[in-house]
């Protein structure tokens, strides 16, 4: 699971980037950043909702847990309150970033990579 986790944020970041450059070659720089931030909101919070799934599932020392929940939910939610509030970016950049990570991940299980 982990490995396609991984492989699903990298194709995220790579997809994301080039859309966000081509949005910002064409004067829609808002929305090209409003996509980079809804992006790397999720991004984020998928890792850690795979961290404290990992510390969970597989039982290791809780030292971490106490770091990703205070990462995950004060500070990480209220960036993105803070982000939603501000109107800088449109609402449908923003949410259009935020379900890239599912719509990659769900197209990395459709389409395999063979080795």
Known sequence: MDGSIIRS???????IVSASTSLAL???????????LGSAWSIANLLSIVGILKIATLQKPDKKLALILFLKFPVLYI????????????????LTGLFSVVIIIGMSKLWPIRT
């Open 26 to 36: 064409f004067h829609r720089t808002p929305w090209a950043i409003g996509l980079l």
């Open 9 to 15: 944020v990298k194709l995220t970041a790579i997809l």
């Open 79 to 94: 960036i993105g309150f803070i982000i939603l509030v501000s109107r800088l970016f449109p609402v449908s950049s923003l």
